[in-house]
């Protein structure tokens, strides 16, 4: 077994292996995700008052502050069980969230989604504050089912942390509201298969990157809609199609660190702030944690379809949700050895 990402490992054993918080295999591999691996070297960068980088913004530079690294250790599997985690949280209630100064709670939505994912995964789901960020995302969405970060009548697909923040909430702590906005915020995916918006394709969407950060592609479409429990909608097949060609031998390769060109992505349009790239793996080789994020998704359609995991059948089942099954095939090497 490979020990060099525990987090990859604890994300295999419980998504693709279904192995439940309680086995001694996964409370180890996730006690050693703060020891080793990509989010020990985060928070070996942390300062002491829980923010990375600068100490006057927890945004900006782009992609190396607090606000960055917070939702990649979110996405790792770290949580406030973490005294460190717990300190990073207390810097954005204050900074973000406290009543009596400037706050996020009508700030963009891209902005509030993803500090509303995190911090749900962080554990502070029930906190007022909290569930006052996901006001705001039931309050923004539109009329079409989508959101959008700026002043458009509109939704749009590259607008998709208010859905992945929804995600993020356990399901028996969705209330009404909740439910319905993601039922409509889904349809608003599916109806246009991930990716079919505008006269022509958007070319960075079709790019696989990690960290999102706020980018969308396919693959974030795919995580978000399967994980809501949509993997059994045939509209999915054409994203589905396209992630399927793009793995070799059961890896899927990061295409860019950032989906967009260079000149765009890394701050030519936008000046007046210093941006800073960040990856945890190299563009252009096999990823391990999109591998973990491709095979999730294929999982959870399996499971939708009553498939096994590894059968490259087109199916057109309506969509519904389905009980979970555990995988076949060898469909795991590259996650748990260190040959990724």
């Given at each position: 077994?490979?020990?060099?990402?525990p987090?990859?490992?604890?994300?295999?054993?419980?998504?693709?292996?279904?192995?439940?918080?309680?086995?001694?295999?996964?409370?180890?591999?996730?006690?050693?995700?703060?020891?080793?691996?990509?989010?020990?070297?985060?928070?070996?960068?942390?300062?002491?008052?829980?923010?990375?980088?600068?100490?006057?913004?927890?945004?900006?530079?782009?992609?190396?502050?607090?606000?960055?690294?917070?939702?990649?250790?979110?996405d790792?599997?770290?949580?406030?069980?973490?005294?460190?985690?717990?300190?990073?949280?207390e810097?954005?209630?204050?900074e973000?969230?406290?009543?009596?100064?400037?706050?996020?709670?009508?700030?963009?939505v891209c902005?509030?989604?993803?500090?509303?994912?995190?911090?749900?995964?962080?554990?502070?789901?029930?906190?007022?504050?909290v569930?006052?960020?996901?006001?705001?995302?039931?309050?923004?969405?539109?009329?079409?089912?989508g959101?959008?970060?700026?002043?458009?009548?509109?939704?749009?697909?590259?607008?998709?942390?208010?859905?992945?923040?929804f995600?993020?909430?356990?399901?028996?702590?969705?209330?009404?509201?909740?439910?319905?906005?993601?039922?409509?915020?889904?349809?608003?995916?599916?109806?246009?298969?991930?990716?079919?918006?505008?006269?022509?394709?958007?070319?960075?969407?079709?790019?696989?990157?990690?960290p999102?950060h706020?980018?969308?592609?396919?693959?974030?479409?795919?995580?978000?809609?399967?994980?809501?429990?949509?993997?059994?909608?045939?509209?999915?097949?054409?994203a589905?199609?396209?992630?399927r060609?793009?793995?070799r031998?059961?890896?899927?390769?990061?295409?860019?660190?950032?989906?967009?060109?260079?000149?765009?992505?890394?701050?030519?349009?936008?000046?007046?702030?210093?941006?800073?790239?960040?990856a945890?793996?190299?563009?252009?080789?096999?990823?391990?944690w999109?591998?973990?994020?491709?095979?999730t998704?294929?999982?959870?359609?399996?499971?939708?379809?009553?498939?096994?995991?590894?059968?490259?059948?087109?199916?057109?089942?309506?969509?519904?949700?389905?009980?979970?099954?555990?995988?076949?095939?060898?469909?795991?090497?590259?996650?748990?050895?260190?040959?990724?």
């Amino acid at each position: 077994m490979d020990e060099s990402q525990p987090a990859v490992r604890y994300h295999t054993l419980t998504n693709l292996l279904d192995l439940p918080e309680s086995h001694p295999d996964v409370s180890e591999a996730r006690s050693r995700i703060p020891k080793r691996g990509w989010a020990a070297d985060i928070l070996a960068r942390q300062k002491p008052d829980g923010r990375w980088e600068s100490d006057q913004s927890v945004y900006r530079p782009k992609y190396t502050a607090s606000n960055w690294m917070a939702i990649v250790l979110s996405d790792l599997g770290m949580t406030r069980d973490d005294e460190r985690i717990a300190r990073t949280a207390e810097l954005f209630f204050r900074e973000w969230m406290d009543e009596k100064r400037k706050n996020k709670f009508d700030a963009e939505v891209c902005m509030v989604g993803n500090l509303a994912r995190f911090m749900t995964r962080f554990g502070y789901q029930r906190d007022p504050r909290v569930k006052r960020l996901f006001d705001r995302l039931l309050e923004d969405q539109k009329s079409d089912g989508g959101w959008h970060c700026w002043g458009s009548a509109a939704g749009t697909l590259d607008c998709w942390e208010a859905l992945a923040a929804f995600a993020a909430i356990p399901e028996g702590d969705r209330n009404r509201e909740v439910r319905r906005a993601i039922d409509r915020g889904a349809e608003f995916y599916l109806e246009r298969r991930l990716f079919e918006e505008g006269p022509s394709r958007y070319r960075p969407w079709f790019r696989l990157h990690y960290p999102t950060h706020y980018y969308y592609d396919i693959l974030v479409g795919l995580d978000v809609v399967t994980a809501l429990g949509f993997g059994g909608d045939k509209r999915l097949k054409p994203a589905l199609d396209i992630l399927r060609r793009k793995g070799r031998r059961g890896r899927w390769p990061i295409d860019r660190v950032h989906p967009d060109p260079p000149s765009y992505a890394w701050g030519r349009h936008n000046l007046r702030y210093e941006t800073k790239p960040f990856a945890l793996e190299s563009a252009g080789l096999p990823s391990k944690w999109v591998t973990l994020t491709a095979l999730t998704v294929l999982r959870r359609v399996a499971n939708a379809r009553q498939e096994p995991l590894h059968s490259d059948s087109t199916v057109t089942a309506e969509s519904g949700r389905r009980n979970r099954s555990r995988p076949s095939g060898p469909l795991l090497p590259c996650l748990l050895v260190s040959s990724c």
